[in-house]
């Protein structure tokens, strides 16, 4: 996996400059594509009444603009970005990724994680096969077995795509499909809530084109562009070492609270 300068999608003070470069040299492009599809918007899809076109008007500079962001697919697998994870974990499990970095979710690791609880008294047997029995890994097992879920940009933590993660222990292959009022409140109990940030190969992901396309409305951002933050999902096929976490924020921290609010001077929101 690369061991390139690791990046902040949404912070364009952590570009290299090779990126940057590459960026500059397409800013009148950027620029341009950008502010053309704010006039799209504005006089297509917000207008109303007879004088609104039939069809939405074509931006002309989008053949060009889909190129630029394909050509960046290359130079963003040389590169790692840092993603977060939102989830609700133990001291112990902490200390286990801390140790053995970042592992795959399956079923085999859901179970080995459930039966820890067991054997400590904080699950009782029922409630272990309660939860494996209701794992969305019996409905959704190509999009969660063998992976690893992240985001690309800090989330609030109040933001209802986060909230559950927060709230219960086990992420969602343990608890998103449970309805049992008692079970769901015992995982409240279980653990607190943290977000891990992880420097991401973006070779070891799927989601060079959605980093490059980040990275250009970051940019067109910094022009004084109307572009939206391009926030992505990504996930990871193949274990991380513990050097790819750069931090834990748990309840309770500064860094957790201020996450996706006032995180860093370069994150836009």
Known sequence: MTEGPCIDVWDLGTFDEDLRLILDER???????????????????????????SFRPPNRLAPDFIRLNENL????????????????????EVTQILENGIQLSTPESLRHRIGALVRIGALALEDAEMMESESP???????????????SHPIPIENSGVDRLLEYW?????????????LLERLAMIGQPRVIEISVPLSATKH???????VVATFGRSLGCPADPREFDLYIEAVLPAEAILSVHTIGDVGFKILGKTYQPGFMP
Do not use: N
């Open 137 to 151: 890994f019996h409905t959704q097992m190509h999009a969660r077995c063998g992976k690893f879920w992240m985001a």
């Open 73 to 92: 697919i290359a130079p963003m697998e040389e590169r790692r970005m840092r993603a977060f994870h939102y989830t609700r974990m133990t001291d112990f």
């Open 27 to 53: 800013a009148d492009l950027i620029r341009d594509y950008f502010l053309r599809e704010r006039v799209v918007f504005e006089t297509y899809d917000l207008a109303q009444g007879i004088d609104r076109p």
């Open 170 to 182: 086990g992420g969602e292959v343990a608890s998103f499909h449970l309805t049992d009022e008692d």
């Open 208 to 214: 060079s084109i959605s980093a490059a396309q980040a």
